[in-house]
């Protein structure tokens, strides 16, 4: 197959499953698909629930780990990233948010043509297969089946809602259908009381056609270049180096930590950082691995006159108890993702739109164990949570190799809350979840605050919690941005590589904007909307 090879994908994720699956549809194209880690069909991954235990297994997850931040009050923030079949897609908390409309018709105004909301709408509706049903903004039909996530919630979700009614934020039923803005439950990527990650949805469909290889403890090295055309790649699988060559194209959908580092080992990226480490430069562009961008959060945590999670979830005796209903009847709290509730909010009235996400969790974590995500071994004490995170955060930082080593981690600098404008918004923000927390249907229900705390009042000391006890929320994007002009971009909006023929990226990567919500959805989106555009100019 080598030698009639007509697209090699880089990376089997959120982008790469939907890719090797649209192009390898038609039987007309022969598609190989290289992936770093090994099979999804783990006991965890299957588990809604189960993504605690995959955290910091390194099985799975590539176990990143970001410079120490200022901004973070000199910590070095955790950075999981799927190493497996589905990506992140088959270890992350499987809310499908699609982001605000507006986001998209920014990306249209960059010079993205192509990419507004009316361009990506018909895309999402036909990737679909929402339990809600068809309307104007949701898809049945497709290959992705989206829970509408409804039924078997923890009741303080409904008294959750009704705290932020009472607050001002009304009661949304979809956050991806006309507003955004609002409180309610999240769509979720669950089928069956199992994870529908982009391996079951897309990848494990495919893998029956002939014309579709895939290979996985597969690690890209570099891409091969002749000239200014990529021809294939290097990569490594069972302690041997293997050549792979295409007559077609080779498509990058490593996600927003992997695809710059691969562009930037195979000589394409800022120039004077290559040359320092001694590697050829094939096309000097400082963009590679630049404009990082990535959604912060914090928890605000309760102890709780009633159950939670904590009660069940905590003992052995619950545990084992909650394993057989879900094994036997898929029903119970291992059945879903932890974030239940959720929304959107503008700190500030005057705003256009939603500049922040709301999570609630009926659970705390505030003892956590060594090595180890808590959401199956919580709190000793019944306790509840309510997050945030930034939505468009105008914070940047970069990812660039640190060494010619492919196998060596890139440095990854993520520069959280370091503009005003990021710590203003995050402030005002943090004082509204004590404002939902205040209202009638929620407090009567708690005990006292945990996290961070009554005596945790004045500006600054608000400030100083946020910077030590915030953290990632896990959605890395732009660092290969997608834009018209190669002075500011990695890819034109056909996604390929400014300046080097038959080469593309398709992953959150190519974002030119961080959009409002989970990043999953919109990454999904990239190999969607990608393939259109490979098979197009393959006609």
């Not at 000199?74 to 992350?92: K, M």
């Not at 562009?285 to 605000?300: E, L, R, T």
């Not at 941005?481 to 390929?496: H, K």
Request: proline residues 7%; aromatic residues 8%; positive net charge.
């Amino acid at each position: 197959m080598d030698g009639e090879i007509d697209y090699i994908i880089v990376g089997a994720g959120s982008a790469g499953c939907v890719l090797a699956n649209r192009l390898s549809e038609s039987g007309g194209h022969r598609v190989v698909l290289l992936e770093a880690g090994g099979t999804d069909r783990r006991f965890f991954v299957q588990m809604p629930l189960g993504y605690g235990k995959l955290f910091y297994n390194p099985a799975v997850n590539w176990m990143y780990r970001a410079e120490p931040d200022p901004g973070l009050a000199g910590q070095a923030d955790h950075i999981p990233r799927g190493r497996l079949l589905g990506g992140s897609s088959s270890i992350n908390a499987m809310v499908w948010i699609r982001g605000h409309r507006q986001d998209y018709d920014d990306w249209r105004a960059a010079g993205n043509i192509g990419w507004g909301w009316d361009d990506v709408l018909p895309a999402y509706r036909a990737m679909e297969d929402n339990e809600a049903g068809a309307d104007a903004f949701r898809g049945t039909g497709g290959p992705l089946y989206i829970s509408r996530n409804r039924k078997g919630l923890h009741w303080l979700v409904e008294d959750y809602i009704a705290a932020c009614g009472e607050a001002g934020l009304a009661y949304n039923p979809d956050f991806n259908g006309a507003e955004q803005e609002g409180a309610g439950t999240y769509q979720m990527t669950i089928r069956g009381a199992r994870r529908n990650s982009a391996a079951r949805a897309f990848l494990r469909p495919a893998m029956r056609r002939r014309n579709l290889r895939v290979e996985t403890g597969a690690q890209v090295m570099r891409v091969l270049l002749e000239g200014r055309r990529a021809v294939g790649v290097e990569y490594r699988q069972g302690g041997q180096t293997r050549l792979l060559r295409c007559r077609g194209e080779v498509i990058l959908s490593g996600g927003a930590i992997n695809s710059p580092q691969v562009l930037q080992l195979s000589g394409i990226g800022p120039g004077a950082l290559l040359q320092g480490l001694g590697l050829p430069v094939m096309q000097d562009n400082p963009n590679v691995g630049d404009h990082y961008s990535d959604h912060h959060g914090i928890n605000y945590t309760w102890a709780m006159k009633v159950p939670t999670y904590n009660n069940i979830l905590r003992p052995l005796w619950g545990k084992a108890l909650m394993g057989l209903w879900w094994l036997a009847l898929g029903g119970g709290p291992l059945a879903k993702s932890i974030n239940h509730g959720g929304g959107f909010f503008r700190t500030r009235p005057g705003l256009p739109r939603p500049n922040m996400q709301l999570y609630m969790q009926a659970f705390s974590t505030l003892l956590p164990r060594a090595g180890e995500r808590p959401l199956l071994t919580p709190d000793p004490f019944p306790g509840l949570s309510i997050g945030l995170s930034n939505c468009r955060p105008t914070s940047r930082g970069h990812v660039r190799i640190a060494s010619p080593d492919p196998f060596a981690p890139p440095r990854i600098v993520a520069n959280a809350f370091s503009t005003p404008e990021d710590v203003a918004e995050m402030l005002e923000a943090v004082k509204f979840l004590r404002v939902i927390a205040a209202q009638p249907s929620f407090a009567r229900w708690v005990d006292h605050e945990l996290r961070p705390g009554p005596e945790v009042q004045e500006d600054e000391a608000l400030i100083a919690d946020f910077r030590q006890r915030s953290g990632t929320v896990y959605h890395q994007s732009c660092t290969c941005r997608m834009g018209p002009d190669a002075a500011t971009s990695v890819v034109g909006p056909d996604l390929r590589v400014h300046g080097i023929a038959g080469l593309r990226v398709a992953d959150a990567s190519a974002f030119p904007n961080l959009i409002a919500g989970n990043t999953n959805a919109p990454s999904m989106l990239m190999g969607w909307m990608g393939a259109d555009r490979i098979l197009s100019d393959a006609r």
